[in-house]
């Protein structure tokens, strides 16, 4: 299939391995993430930048991929979900908190809560439940499991059931 639009190429780092890619212009980051490059945990969902089910991290600063042009990752370091898992397959612990605390339900919106729990933890190693609370105001979670959600970002943090302080 030919495209109608100009093409360029993109080269940035992805999930620690640098790529390089032709896109059509108004290509979509979550686009060239999951028909591209095959990258498909960053999930499509309400296209218009409300969800975080596409929440990547550029530049270690979450952004929906959904509204995200592939072309503005040029030269740039991207971190999808698939890149949080140790190179050989061992989960963070962050991915293993969401497990303990059961925070996983239908999975659909996970990818997106543990990218922005990575940029939050990156920020602030020791969040309150307030904090976590706001930071995830843009993630929607349709199965309504925001509760083991947080927990397992104050467990992540290192604040186990007590929650944290400052709550």
Do not use: W
Request: with cysteine; charged share 15%.
């Amino acid at each position: 299939m030919t495209s109608p639009y100009q093409s360029r190429r993109v080269q940035f780092t992805l999930n620690g391995r640098s790529v390089a890619s032709v896109v059509p212009l108004p290509t979509m980051l979550v686009e060239l993430l999951r028909d591209h490059l095959g990258h498909s945990g960053t999930k499509v969902s309400c296209d218009t930048q409300v969800c975080g089910a596409c929440t990547v991290l550029v530049d270690g600063h979450p952004v929906s991929a959904c509204t995200y042009l592939a072309i503005d990752v040029d030269d740039a370091s991207v971190q999808s979900v698939e890149g949080l898992a140790a190179p050989d397959g061992s989960l963070s612990p962050l991915q293993q908190a969401f497990i303990d605390e059961f925070a996983l339900q239908c999975g659909f919106c996970t990818p997106g809560f543990l990218m922005m729990a990575t940029a939050l933890l990156q920020e602030n190693a020791s969040p309150t439940r307030r904090e976590i609370v706001e930071y995830f105001e843009g993630n929607i979670c349709r199965c309504s499991g925001y509760r083991p959600i947080v927990q397992a970002v104050l467990s992540a943090a290192g604040h186990g059931a007590e929650g944290g302080h400052g709550e």
